[in-house]
């Protein structure tokens, strides 16, 4: 089967310039995750979805980042505007939902960003 | 807070002899314990989880993990390794209530020598 896809695989831009993502999660997994991970750092969650719905993003800085997955399938996170310490590997990942969450999570290649 | 701890940056070891990667952790309740694997320019690959039951779980690739309750340790091990196996190994915790968001070690890198 087709992984978690994620596009673009590489991106440079300058601070305060807007970027977007985009994941497409492997098919009949309606949970979606959108994670930041810093060089040197273990994966950050920034939001899960469930179908088109957001089930927590408590750790998403919402006064540049957003997220949406408007028809439950594919997901797009957008920063605007970007900061040199957003510089980091964006990993999307996707579940087939289970009970609890103790379902195993399937991990896209990730977009590297770079802010100069 | 729940937290994940990987108190070893990098381990070292020899192809054909066992390895161990550490990881103890901290969270409300019982916890859901996972292992990931990172190779070079790839995404996170499952390797094993631990939901209920056996405190010994078997995974992906030979590797294995042992759940410690009263030490809140949850260690990966492999009895032979592999030069294949030189990667990122990241350790996460998911609380079985609550938030349920999970929280990852900042990893551990893996070296076997031939």
């Known amino acids: 089967e087709a992984g978690v896809a994620q596009s673009p695989r590489y991106k440079i831009i300058e601070k305060r310039q807007s970027v977007a993502f985009w994941c497409n999660p492997i098919?009949?997994?309606?949970?979606l995750y959108w994670y930041q991970q810093i060089l040197g750092q273990g994966p950050k969650l920034l939001i899960q979805?469930?179908?088109?719905?957001?089930?927590?993003d408590s750790q998403l800085p919402k006064d540049r980042f957003s997220a949406e997955r408007l028809k439950g399938v594919d997901s797009t996170l957008k920063i605007q505007p970007a900061k040199l310490e957003d510089s980091a590997v964006y990993l999307c990942?996707?579940?087939?939902?289970?009970?609890?969450?103790?379902?195993?999570?399937?991990f896209g290649p990730g977009t590297r960003l770079l802010v100069l | 807070a729940q937290s994940v701890a990987q108190p070893e940056d990098q381990v070292n070891v020899a192809e054909g002899n066992p390895l161990t990667v550490k990881c103890t952790y901290s969270?409300?309740?019982?916890?859901?314990l996972f292992w990931y694997v990172q190779y070079p320019n790839r995404g996170l690959q499952f390797l094993l989880k631990?939901?209920?039951?056996?405190?010994l779980v078997k995974g992906s690739y030979g590797f294995e993990a042992e759940f410690n309750k009263s030490q809140t340790s949850f260690h990966l091990k492999k009895p032979s390794a592999l030069v294949s196996d030189s990667a990122l190994y990241f350790c996460?915790?998911?609380?079985?209530?609550?938030?349920?968001?999970?929280?990852f070690g900042r990893g551990t890198s893996l070296i076997v020598h031939p």
């Open positions: 990942a996707s579940s087939f939902p289970g009970t609890d969450y103790q379902e195993t999570q399937y």
């Open positions: 098919s009949g997994h309606a949970t």
């Open positions: 979805f469930q179908n088109n719905g957001v089930v927590d």
């Open positions: 969270v409300s309740g019982n916890p859901y």
């Open positions: 631990y939901i209920t039951g056996d405190n």
């Open positions: 996460a915790v998911r609380p079985t209530g609550g938030s349920y968001i999970p929280t």
